[in-house]
């Protein structure tokens, strides 16, 4: 079977991404630096799948549930001139939840739950957050949708769904996933045993 192409943007930049704030599940709206961003994505995605041969209907939409991923694909299907609102939604793409520390910043859940954080760092990939997710849990779904994955894609999610197909595609080992940053503005390529960064 022909590796699928997997083309992965990172939603644009919310409030609390500048604030340094975990997420998770909490739906945060882009702001206008995430737009632009997300706006540059979709230049980025017109320029490959040009250099490709290919035509961007080619290619299956899947964007998480979360508005900032939602809108991410919206603004990025509008820069390849396809309707914004036409592509599919999978709850298995959702950000990892990081249960009570969503909200946080790294210095305040430090000074609330020093335990929980340093049980954390020890081991990231299968140690979740107090009534959240681990990476490992993350994994197994992302897996799941991948698997199910019919052919090339062009999807809008997170970096934890990000670090999540590094381990599915054998790019990284689960240890290493968590480690280093997934920005915005750029769309990573994956494929069996690669990741490439376009921007």
């Known amino acids: 079977m022909t590796p699928r192409r997997l083309y992965l943007i990172r939603h644009g930049e919310t409030d609390w991404n500048a604030a340094r704030r975990l997420q998770g599940r909490l ?10 961003q997300s706006a ?11 250099a490709g041969g290919r035509t ?15 809108e991410t694909m919206e603004i990025a299907r509008a820069e390849l001139g396809l309707t914004p609102k036409q592509y599919v939604v999978d709850v298995r ?11 946080l910043t790294y210095e305040e859940v430090k ?10 760092e020890r ?9 959240g997710e681990s990476y490992a849990m993350l994994c197994a779904r992302v897996r799941d949708w991948h698997a199910a994955l019919a052919g090339d894609a062009i999807v809008a ?19 290493e996933a968590p480690l280093g940053a997934i ?14 960064r376009h921007d």
Do not use: T
Request: glycine letters at 10%; aromatic letters at 8%.
């Open 123 to 131: 081991d990231k990939w299968n140690c979740s957050p107090p009534d």
């Open 157 to 175: 999610a997170h970096g934890g769904v990000a670090r999540a197909l590094m381990v599915v595609l054998g790019v990284r080992a689960p240890a």
């Open 40 to 50: 540059r994505c979709g230049k980025i995605l017109r320029a490959l799948i040009a």
């Open 56 to 70: 961007a209907d080619e290619f299956a939409f899947i964007s998480s549930p979360l508005s900032r991923a939602r």
């Open 111 to 120: 000074a609330r739950d020093r335990a929980g954080l340093a049980m954390r």
């Open 93 to 103: 793409l959702a950000e990892m939840s990081f249960g009570r520390w969503e909200g």
């Open 27 to 36: 739906d945060i709206p882009l702001n206008d630096r995430g737009r632009a």
């Open 183 to 196: 920005e915005q503005g750029v769309v990573y390529e994956f494929a069996p045993g690669a990741m490439s």
